[in-house]
């Protein structure tokens, strides 16, 4: 195994919590911010063109607001640097926890349409800001925020599971992963509340945070 590949190997994990992550706000957002995506875009570009041909089911503004703001952290993650690909992630990680954690204040102290888009706009800058750097990471099948390539591999590329670092078991983990955060975070919802189920996914970023941390310290220190 090449180092390249044992680097690769390291950030495989981290990115696989990233994605359960990516699932779990976009419960919250779905069910508590007016129907929309903040880490899947596509479904918002589609939700836009619905409200802007006249549907009363969508709201444009409460699309253009998580749209923008993607955007905003996609242009942050995008400048990001780091001497490593696992303490960039972790820089990521940290950012977001700070993030997530702003909104889970101001969704647990407030109520009404600014403080939505404050959450949806706080939130659409941390996914922005994932997905730009899982871009820049580049590890094949972890995108974090969208399944819809790692699905179709599935069924159109030829079965690898013998193989090292199999194409297969990365996607189904993906997929595993999201579906996992999806399900937590509409159990926190539901049964607790935005405020807590916010709070709960900026815990698990200051985890991945310090978990990029440490493996960059113990490699450095080999």
Not at 79 to 86: E, G, I, K
Not at 123 to 150: H, K, S, Y
Not at 199 to 221: D, F, K, P, Y
Request: charged share 10%.
């Amino acid at each position: 195994m090449t180092r390249e590949d044992e680097e690769e190997n390291r950030l495989v994990p981290l990115l696989l919590a990233l994605t359960a992550v990516a699932g779990a706000v976009d419960a919250v957002s779905i069910l508590r911010l007016g129907h929309l995506f903040v880490g899947n875009m596509t479904g918002n570009v589609l939700f836009l063109g619905f409200a802007l041909a006249g549907s009363s089911e969508f709201s444009a503004p409460d699309f253009l607001v998580a749209l923008g703001a993607f955007l905003v952290g996609a242009a942050m993650g995008g400048r990001l640097s780091a001497s490593t690909r696992r303490r960039r992630l972790g820089q990521v990680a940290a950012s977001e926890a700070a993030l997530c954690a702003a909104a889970a204040v101001v969704a647990m102290a407030a109520g009404g349409t600014t403080a939505r888009y404050a959450v949806t706009g706080l939130l659409a800058v941390a996914m922005g800001c994932q997905n730009a750097t899982a871009r820049a990471l580049a590890v094949p099948d972890l995108t974090t925020t969208v399944l819809t390539t790692t699905v179709s591999g599935l069924a159109a590329d030829r079965p690898d599971l013998g193989a090292p670092n199999s194409h297969v078991v990365r996607r189904v983990a993906a997929v595993a992963a999201m579906l996992a955060g999806a399900m937590a975070g509409t159990l926190l919802v539901l049964h607790a509340s935005t405020g807590w189920a916010l709070a709960t996914v900026a815990a698990s970023l200051a985890i991945v945070a310090v978990g990029a941390r440490w493996n960059s310290a113990v490699v450095a220190n080999r």
